[in-house]
């Protein structure tokens, strides 16, 4: 069996979109499935074009011609899908709304290959380019989700937008973001004991983590409008913001001046690998506040590594959220009074432990290779 994985960008950059998707497809090619990529060259990261290629994956990259409005259109991948299609059993289609999208399962419907469609969380109209969006479902989208193999859907909330978009129920799986307990316990042992300039110098002081693309969407604004009111109550704690600039990073740190709150706030940019993971080790509370969010690898993370979790009630995994950690409204004295309850809050490792179980790689990778399968076979 063989799979094209389509994906508009590749780099760690874009977050959770491309990490789980790297993810999957090296633990699918580990159970001896071929698996190829298609992308676009907008913001490559060859490092990790270096270490598919080391999982014998083969990464095709085509070259963004015109960029529009995040619309990355690359020409060449036409004739390129028009000669290979027929190498590959089945298309799986990451992200919803991509010109690779359009021509893609256009071509995979004219030569009978399936193809699956994972949104990761992109289906909703809620934020931004909302006219855009709508007419790119009038004009593309609603055909893609509707003549899709199957849909994957992170929760019961985006089963209910791949519904909404008209797809058939008996078309959608439960497919959510999982992890690898035993690669967690291994970076737990290197880290563990290892120092961090940066936040040891915080260490008398209960650190609040944000790790994520510094964007209007995650809800730093509101971050920043409650830590404002925190501080009003007690001084010992640090907030640091680890992540991208995809454009906010200079009304963050102008809205940070405006309140004075420049020696509570630590901003250090993108971190990656162990690092990551070390930052997560040195901090005491991990925050989830975006204006829209579908199922963050990060939660899990950082419970694992001994956060707790607090997230506002715009996130569409809320229901386990509430099982690791503690889930407010979004606003800004909810998400105060939800940081003063993870004050007082001991984390249990063995019930997190068992909570995140249910999200180990084996299960969910099983179920993903048999829907192949049974794509394959129907």
């Given amino acids: 069996m063989k799979i094209l994985y389509v994906i508009p960008f590749f780099s760690p950059e874009f977050g959770g979109s491309v990490l789980s998707t790297v993810k999957m497809a090296k633990d699918i090619r580990k159970r001896g499935i071929d698996v190829d990529f298609i992308t676009s060259d907008y913001k490559i990261d060859h490092n990790l074009v270096k270490e598919m290629n080391d999982c014998d994956i083969t990464v095709n990259i085509f070259k963004t011609k015109i960029n529009i409005a995040s619309f990355y259109i690359t020409p060449e991948l036409k004739p390129w899908i028009k000669n290979n299609i027929n190498n590959y059993d089945i298309i799986h289609l990451n992200n919803f709304r991509t010109y690779q ?71 959608i799986i439960i497919v959510p973001n999982y992890i690898n307990i035993e690669e967690y316990e291994k970076i737990y042992e290197r880290v563990k004991n290892m120092d961090y300039s940066e936040l040891d110098k915080y260490k008398d002081k209960k650190i609040i983590l944000f790790v994520g693309r510094l964007h209007k969407i995650k809800g730093l604004g509101l971050l920043v409008e409650s830590i404002k009111e925190l501080v009003k109550i007690r001084d010992d704690i640090h907030v640091v913001i680890v992540g991208p600039d995809f454009g906010y990073l200079s009304t963050l740190k102008k809205k940070i001046k405006k309140y004075g709150l420049e020696s509570f706030f630590s901003i250090l940019g993108p971190k990656y690998g162990d690092e990551k993971f070390l930052i997560y080790k040195k901090s005491d509370i991990f925050v989830i506040c975006s204006e829209y969010e579908t199922f963050p690898n990060t939660m899990f993370e950082a419970a694992f590594f001994g956060n707790i979790v607090v997230s506002t009630d715009r996130c569409m995994v809320s229901d386990i959220v509430e099982k690791i950690g503690i889930t407010t409204k979004h606003d800004k004295d909810s998400l105060k009074q939800g940081f003063k309850l993870a004050f007082n809050t001991s984390i249990n490792f063995f019930k997190i432990k068992n909570i995140i179980i249910h999200y180990n790689n084996f299960n969910i990778i099983n179920t993903i290779i048999n829907n192949y399968y049974n794509i394959i076979n129907s």
């Fill in 101 to 171: 999208n359009i021509i893609i399962s256009k071509v995979a419907m004219k030569n009978q290959v399936p193809f699956i469609l994972q949104a990761r969380g992109s289906l909703a109209r809620v934020m931004g380019k909302k006219l855009l969006k709508y007419m790119f479902d009038i004009v593309w989208g609603y055909s893609i989700v509707k003549r899709a193999s199957r849909g994957y859907a992170f929760s019961n909330v985006e089963k209910k937008q791949y519904l909404d978009m008209g797809m058939k129920v008996n078309k």
